[in-house]
């Protein structure tokens, strides 16, 4: 099946609407093979290179934003044995304005024992400018010599940009559906979220029923609405990886399409083998990490398909039960994805940057104590439609409220980002509450669903494994240094059963036990 993070040159660079071809390296004109964010960050560097040769030997420069680029050196290069001699325990970098294109290159030194990774973007302290004579000839070699340099995240040259609010606010709304339940399935992973309580941070959102092609076609568009260095997207592997050019005689500087990776992940999974190795992943990256999913469990399918679906319902942030084309008001599904696709700009691409630099704070306050309790008493609702007797009752809303708490946190403070506020209110809250109450009464309410779940809540067999298995799956809050009777007491469950289902994970290496506590690995299982 076709991956659909290769996208193609045409797909992928939006420039190549207008642009006259399909390579990054061969572009030549700014006002149209060159995205904005390149512009300035050419520019930038154009007003600082003018500096730099005006400048005298010896002189210090404003500090400057480069690429480190590849390179490699044939005896060609004359002035190599003449560095070495002068700056005997400095190593040679080569820069570029850009990653994927040469736009004034340069030469730097440094005593640093730390370089740049390979096409990051830096910011250089202090250069000073030296030159030294060709051995031979009557011509000089201008360069840089620095000491420090910062590490910058790949989408400063995004944030860089001054942004118009408000761009993608109501994007999907207006260009796809105004669904709020579908909605918000898709914006949110977009919006992402930050690391709440010290767990796993990100947005996971699940469609259940056949992946045919148009959920696959809409995650897809979805992915392309994020940029690539948040999505992973790429044009091909040849542009990848890269092409070598001559710069000067016996120096040859490779470009590439390559980025380093980011604190910002947004993926897509199909079937229950990717949903399980991206959830493996998620649990254990630092940084924000979503996932759109489309599982192949709808009403046709097998009993242990429902039971896997209705037993990780609570593993993503937003489970919807029905395909996302279910939400849509319109047959026209080909012209909806389509006209969205129309709205994929780099202005979408800078906002989404601008939106993922804000961190809200989630705050404990009565009104989330209040909301939380509301949540708790949601599951009480629904749970009395399927359980009889107060004291299993009381069991399963603890279950059900404990796996799903942290992800109204996350939701709600999702929402506040998207909404640019700083600080998770009652009115975030208060629409995480009603997105999961939706989405879960639905749930319950969709045959076969619903069939299954008045065959699990009888069993106290499957109370335990439901409690337990969450309760490891929520992360390193939940498990990181607890002993066993403490999961015992968090899980509601015999120190038998705990035991059992510890013994099991540690096997599988995905725990590892010092003693009596217990840790994770953060290997995909």
């Known amino acids: 099946m076709k991956d659909i993070r290769n996208l193609g040159a045409r797909n992928y660079y939006l420039w190549s609407k207008t642009s006259s071809t399909l390579t990054p390296w061969a572009r030549q004109y700014l006002n149209r093979d060159f995205y904005q964010s390149e512009v300035k960050r050419i520019g930038d560097v154009e007003k600082w290179s003018s500096l730099f040769h005006k400048a005298q030997p010896g002189e210090t420069l404003p500090n400057v934003r480069y690429y480190r680029i590849p390179h490699s050196h044939s005896w060609f290069f004359s002035y190599k044995k003449q560095i070495d001699l002068q700056y005997p325990e400095h190593s040679i970098i080569w820069f570029s304005a850009l990653h994927n294109c040469p736009q004034y290159p340069i030469i730097g030194l440094t005593t640093s024992s730390k370089h740049p990774e390979p096409y990051q973007l830096v910011e250089i302290d202090e250069p000073r400018k030296v030159r030294i004579k060709h051995p031979s000839l009557n011509d000089w070699l201008e360069f840089i010599v620095f000491d420090e340099f910062k590490q910058l995240e790949p989408d400063t040259i995004l944030t860089d940009v001054a942004v118009e609010q408000n761009i993608i606010g109501n994007l999907i709304k207006e260009n796809l559906t105004d669904d709020p339940q579908l909605n918000l399935a898709l914006q949110l992973p977009l919006n992402g979220a930050p690391l709440v309580g010290g767990i796993f941070g990100g947005i996971g959102s699940s469609s259940y029923a056949s992946p045919h092609n148009f959920n696959r076609e809409l995650i897809s568009t979805i992915l392309r609405l994020a940029p690539p260095i948040y999505s ?91 395909s996302f084309d279910y939400y849509m008001e319109t047959d026209n599904l080909d012209i909806d994805l389509r006209r969205l696709q129309k709205e994929i700009t780099e202005d979408v691409w800078i906002q989404m940057a601008h939106i993922r630099q804000q961190n809200p704070v989630l705050r404990e306050s009565n009104a989330h104590s209040d909301i939380h309790d509301l949540h708790r008493n949601d599951m009480d609702v629904i749970l009395r439609d399927y359980i009889k007797g107060e004291a299993k009752l009381k069991q399963w809303v603890n279950i059900w409220y404990s796996s799903s708490a942290p992800n109204l946190d996350r939701v709600s403070t999702s929402i506040a980002r998207g909404e640019g506020v700083k600080v998770v209110g009652e009115e975030q809250l208060k629409k995480a509450r009603a997105v999961l109450l939706e989405n879960l009464s639905d749930f319950c309410r969709e045959s076969p669903y619903s069939k299954l779940l008045r065959k699990t809540f009888p069993s106290s067999e499957k109370a335990r494994q439901f409690a337990m298995k969450h309760v490891l799956m929520q992360g390193s809050e939940n498990i990181q240094g607890l002993s066993t009777k403490m999961i015992d007491w968090k899980t509601h469950t015999d120190l038998n059963d705990v035991t059992r289902h510890l013994d099991w994970f540690r096997k599988r290496h995905m725990v590892a036990k010092l003693g009596d506590r217990y840790s994770w690995t953060w290997m995909d299982y």
Do not use: C, W
């Not at 542009?239 to 390559?258: P, S």
């Not at 993926?267 to 630092?286: D, E, L, P």
């Not at 192949?296 to 009993?303: R, V």
């Not at 209705?310 to 919807?320: A, E, G, M, P």
């Open 232 to 322: 992973g997207t790429y044009p091909s592997e040849s542009l990848v990886d890269g092409k070598n050019f001559t710069y000067i005689r016996g120096v040859k500087l490779k470009f590439a399409e390559r980025m380093i990776a980011t604190n910002h992940s947004i993926n897509s999974a199909f079937g229950k083998h990717a949903f399980s190795t991206h959830g493996g992943v998620r649990r254990g990256y630092q940084g924000d990490y979503s996932v759109l999913s489309s599982l192949q469990i709808g009403q046709e399918s097998a009993a242990s398909e429902i039971e896997y679906g209705v037993s990780n319902y609570f593993s993503s942030d937003i489970t919807l039960p029905n």
